[in-house]
Each structure stands twice: as structure tokens, then as C-alpha cells.
């Protein structure tokens, strides 16, 4: 007796299946059915609408980058092209305590707002509002959101160099509240900021208690990443376990030479905290940060290259100590000068950076910045120089367990729903990549260029890219947090 041939939209041939589970890879077909994973298996008697020949390429559930600054950027530019070209199908934004919403500018964005946008990119007073522009805007990839702790104090308070009053607390959770009602992941803090760095702890975990019943989680860049590195790692995890939360501290690095070998203490200290509550990271695998020119960091002792600068445009792509030289003053005065200004820190030590890219606990995220001139190329490169450079050229983790760190860890422990693994039922968000070839072509002198050896990418079931070129079809949605997978909310942890 024969079966009848079961039907796909599209059918995947000969794959070598990283699940994103961490699980070796096994060659498999997978069917994709009305935007979902229909079949994984030797599917010879299938029939589909497309057959793609994978011959043995591996093919892995999409990417997740879980650190991003792309709020304005999957409206603004839907077509996504920094992403999708890496095989990322889904983008969490609202990072490092700026979101685009819930904000009510009175006037220009305060720093570090500013790195979403001038004052015209901030239309959205509620969270609602953001995710019906999403939604309209139909991005390429999905989007999820964390509620900014600076954009909520942006709209209650006159000024930000304080802490906030307990009236103001209570205005910032009613709106937090209203996003987390609309499917909100969490909150987001950026303390190392001027814009925050006078909130208290109290302020946040106050802000901080709604999370829990929401079962969301909350995010943030430090309090500082330098020398006290390890008191402000205590205040985040604090906040978790005031508020019941788990946690995941941003762009986890060891910044300035004086904290250079630090990651092994940092990380000893981290894997002490997850004994006794849900703990992650995440970090982009480069050995530069990126963000607004901050003078308190112009110290002489690390290079620090200008990506632009509202007074003077002419010095972007030359570092402060050629600037101040040029100009015959210090660097600290030229870093005024040069006010507001966007920069790349030359400020990590790559053992750091591998010893922290390599640890389980850690989620990859390119902490990309799609609205700087110049950006530093993590927003074009993150994903493949992982994949390229650090397994296949370093061997620093096997290919299994970096695909583990950029889909199902990122998924569990933001609450994306059926997303991040191989999986009957799941959502087909799908990347096809040739392991041999994979790499980021992106530099940090032309930062702007689509990565080589992905050679296909699906979102929701949809063939978004394929052989170095954009089909033109855009299938991503704003994504609600959902209930973390399979019943235990703090599993990936």
C-alpha cells in the first residue's frame, strides 16, 4: 500500500539540520506549510511548490539577534537589509533603557535617545501605537520589544540628573504596564548613561515589580563595565531578585585596559549568581564598543574613533588623539568640541571577548547602530564573523553550540513563542548557510556590506533572501511575548 504524497508550499532537500538546541546535526528535509514547520525527515515523497537543494548546507532556525537598536529602523527602513542579509529573522529592540516607545518628547531626545533618531522619529506615546506601525510597516524580520527605564523617565520627569519621586515611579509603571498589556518582553536600563546614571537601585526595582506577573524579564547596560564592574553585576542581579525576574545583562565586556583578564572573574561571579536565580548575557563578538561620544571616556589611555559629529562632520572616521593634535588642544577638549558626536571604543581585550563569547549563559546580539553614518560593522557582521571567524577559522565553539546561542537560548529566555528551534509546529523562520564559506565581509573602514555564504532566509515561511539578493517579500510581524517554552519560565536560564 502507498501513501499519498503529502503537499508543502516549500520543501528543503538534503540539509545538514542544526535543530538550535545545541544537538549535533543530522541530515533531514524539512516541509514548510502555511508559515510553519510541517515535516522534518526524509520527505522524498512530498511535493511542494518550491524544492530547494540544500546539498548538505546547513540549515538552522533563523537568527535572533536580542540586542538591538532597530526600533525606528524596522518602520523607517522595513526592508531590513543589515539583518535579513545575515540570516536574522527576528530583531529585539528597546535596548539599553531607549526605546522608540511609550516616548512624549518635550523636546530633542536626551542622549542617548538620540541614537534612534532626531526628535521626528519618536511617534509613538503609547506602546500600542508602536506595535500597530510595526505591524503596518511589514519588516522583513520580526520585532520584539523592551520597555526603555531612560524613554519612561524622559516622559514623567523635567529633568534627568535626579532620581525620580515616588509620583513619578508611578507614572513611569503605568506605562510600563500598558506595554507589558501589549505584549511587551520587559524592561531595558542603560544606568552607565547620564541620562539614568542618577537613578537610585530602588528606583529601578520599584519600576522593576510589574514584571513578574507579566512573566517578562529585564535587561540592562550596567551601571558601569569598567573597574567596578562587578558591584554594578551585584545591583542587576538585585533588581532580578527583588522583582522575581530573571535577568540578562547587555554587551557583557570588561571595558578599559586597568580591567583587561577581568572576564574570568566576571564570569566566576556570574555563574555564582545563575545558582540562585535566572541569569544571562549577551555580547557582540567584537573587541570595539560603539555609542554617543562620552567625554568622561576620553582618557588618552585607548583610541577612539568619531563616527560623526553634528559640529564638525569632517572628522568622522578619525580618532580623537589625531583631532586633538590637528587642532592643538587636549583630547578631553576636542571630545567637547567635537559634541554630539557618535564613536567606536577601542576599549576590549579579544581573550575577554572570546572567554565571555565562548560561555553557555551567553546569547549573541550585534548591539548594532543602524542610524550611525558610519556604524560600527556588528550591524552588518555579528552573526556570520561568529559563525566564520570564531568557529570555523578560531574553533573557539562548535558550529552546533553557536547556532544554540543565537536561536533557541535567545528564544526561551525572551518568551518567543515557537521560535528558535527545528521543530514540527514552529514558525518557519529558517537560514540556509554554507559553513565553509560563511564570513562578514563588513569593516570597520566599510562597514556597510551584506555577509557571504547565506545563501537563503525564511521568516513566518516566507522567502525573504536568497543567493546575496532580497526577494522583495517581507513577512515579520511584531512578536508579543508569549509563555516561555515548554512550561518552565526560567528552563533556559
Known amino acids: 500500500m502507498h501513501s499519498h504524497p503529502e503537499a508543502a508550499d516549500t520543501l528543503i532537500v538534503g540539509a545538514q539540520l542544526y535543530d538550535g538546541t545545541g544537538a549535533p546535526p543530522v541530515e533531514r528535509d524539512v516541509a514548510i506549510r502555511d508559515g510553519r514547520i510541517a515535516a522534518i525527515g526524509n520527505l522524498s515523497n512530498w511535493l511542494a511548490e518550491e524544492v530547494i537543494e540544500a546539498n548538505g548546507r ?8 536580542v540586542h538591538t537598536h532597530d526600533d525606528t529602523h524596522v518602520i523607517r527602513s522595513p526592508q531590513m537589509l543589515p539583518k535579513i542579509t545575515q540570516g536574522v529573522t527576528t530583531v529585539i529592540v528597546g535596548n539599553c533603557g531607549i526605546s522608540a516607545s511609550p516616548v512624549s518628547l518635550k523636546g530633542d531626545p536626551p542622549d542617548p ?7 521626528d522619529a519618536f511617534q509613538y506615546p503609547t506602546f500600542a501605537a508602536y506595535v500597530e506601525a510595526v505591524n503596518a510597516a511589514r ?27 515616588a509620583a513619578e515611579i508611578d507614572g513611569m509603571r503605568a506605562q510600563l504596564e500598558e506595554a507589558l498589556s501589549n505584549g511587551a518582553l520587559g524592561l531595558s536600563s ?29 535587561t540592562t547596560h550596567m551601571r558601569t563595565e569598567f573597574d567596578a564592574i562587578l558591584d554594578a553585576m551585584d545591583e542587576a542581579y538585585r533588581v ?66 568619531i563616527t560623526w ?58 548591539d548594532g547602530l543602524p542610524n550611525d553614518p558610519l556604524p560600527h560593522p556588528r550591524l552588518w557582521g555579528a552573526f556570520p564573523r561568529v559563525l566564520g571567524h570564531y568557529v570555523r577559522d578560531a574553533g ?31 514558525h518557519a523562520d529558517l537560514v540556509l548557510f554554507d559553513p565553509a564559506k560563511v564570513r562578514d565581509a563588513a569593516t570597520f573602514e566599510k562597514p556597510q556590506q551584506a555577509a ?40 533556559a536560564f
Open 190 to 218: 542603560g544606568l552607565a548613561y547620564g541620562s539614568a546614571f542618577s537613578a537610585p537601585t530602588e528606583e529601578v526595582m520599584a519600576l522593576a515589580e510589574p514584571l513578574a506577573a507579566a512573566g517578562a524579564l529585564y
Open 309 to 366: 559629529s553634528e559640529p564638525h562632520p569632517e572628522m568622522a572616521g578619525k580618532v580623537i588623539r589625531e583631532i586633538a593634535a590637528e587642532w592643538g588642544v587636549t583630547q578631553q577638549e576636542a571630545g567637547k568640541r567635537l559634541q554630539p558626536a557618535g564613536a567606536v571604543y577601542h576599549n576590549m581585550s579579544e581573550d575577554d571577548v572570546r572567554r565571555i563569547l565562548s560561555h553557555p549563559a551567553t546569547m549573541v546580539g550585534s
Open 396 to 426: 573557539l565553539l562548535p558550529l552546533e553550540e553557536a547556532v544554540r546561542k543565537m536561536t533557541s537560548l535567545s528564544a526561551r529566555r525572551f518568551g518567543l513563542a515557537q521560535r528558535g528551534e527545528v521543530h514540527i509546529g514552529y
Open 139 to 165: 519588516p522583513a524580520v520580526n520585532v520584539g520589544a523592551l520597555i526603555g527605564h531612560t524613554a519612561l523617565r524622559s516622559n514623567q520627569m523635567d529633568r534627568l540628573d535626579r532620581a525620580a519621586t
Open 58 to 65: 546547513a540549515l538552522a532556525p533563523g537568527f535572533i539577534d
Open 240 to 305: 532580578g531578585r527583588h522583582a522575581h525576574v530573571p535577568v540578562v545583562i547587555s554587551h557583557l565586556k570588561c571595558a578599559g585596559p586597568s580591567n583587561w583578564g577581568r572576564s574570568v572573574e566576571v564570569l566566576k561571579s556570574l555563574e555564582g549568581a545563575r545558582r540562585l536565580q535566572p541569569i544571562g548575557c549577551d555580547c557582540y563578538p567584537y573587541n570595539r564598543s560603539s555609542s554617543t561620544l562620552d567625554v568622561k571616556q576620553v582618557t588618552g589611555d585607548i583610541d577612539i574613533t
Open 113 to 119: 535617545m538620540n541614537l534612534l533618531g532626531e526628535r
Open 452 to 491: 557571504d555564504g547565506i545563501d537563503a532566509v525564511w521568516v513566518n515561511g516566507v522567502l525573504a533572501y536568497r543567493d546575496g539578493a532580497v526577494t522583495g517579500e517581507r513577512a515579520g510581524h511584531f512578536v508579543a511575548r508569549g509563555a516561555a517554552s515548554k512550561g518552565d519560565a526560567h528552563g
